[in-house]
């Protein structure tokens, strides 16, 4: 059964957010907000942490679809202090629904077994139009395509996300033919990284050196492929309510958002 409560005042979102979204302490599967230009570090792990995998309408709501361990509890928390709950089935598959909204909503996924508390990599992000977005601090967003008959062609090769912080890091997302090489440019100038996709085409790149603030071209070659993107890496200024900030340019939705850590990493989901 699905629980639904309140745990916190309003008046408490500012400076309680990110303990919200992390679900309290436990085992935490969340890289640190480190620069994006960084490897991140090892984490021993025990238990694959939960999933998010996409978002589906059901009735005048919609659902999110998940995988966790077999017959864990599975807590899903907004920066508000609200919390839904429910129990993963046999075969570690969830479901929790939300309601509709006209504008983003951010969650924090955790898993309970026994005592324990396994966090999510990352922070899910829940689009009006039903995308589901993977935000990995020090990490490229992960962007799950939207339902069946959405816009978007599965096959179609697209850049997807620009993610950077204060320090420079920066990370290009999207999705090609799979396990094709790839290679970078910014502003015509080859990046110090290289890369492939991997076996369903999804590839994320972190660049080599830090990028300056301010607009930039991003070209990602492959294969008899060049796709092509204009960002705007100036940071941020930290949200100054609750977790993030979402406000659209004209690259695409962009993302402000508190890591762990502390620091402000930025998503750019390119249009």
Known sequence: MMRFKETLPRAAVSSLALALLLGGCGESQVNPGVGLNREPPAQATYTAPPQGTGVIREGAGRVLIGRAAPSARVRLATPEGEVRMT???AQGAWRIGL???DAPQIF????MLGERTVQAEGYQLVLPDDRLVLL???AGAVVSPPPAGGAEGPAEPRLLAFDFDEEGGA????RAMPEIGLSVRIDGRPVSTDGATDAQGRFSLPFGA???PGPHRIDVMGEQMVLTAQVDATPAAPPERGAFTARATSSGLRIDWLTPGGGVQSTLLLD
């Open 87 to 89: 129990e993963a089935n």
């Open 210 to 212: 830090p990028v300056p």
């Open 108 to 111: 924090g996924l955790s898993m």
């Open 171 to 174: 990370v290009v997302s999207g």
């Open 136 to 138: 990995r601090a020090g």
């Open 99 to 101: 309601p509709l909204a």
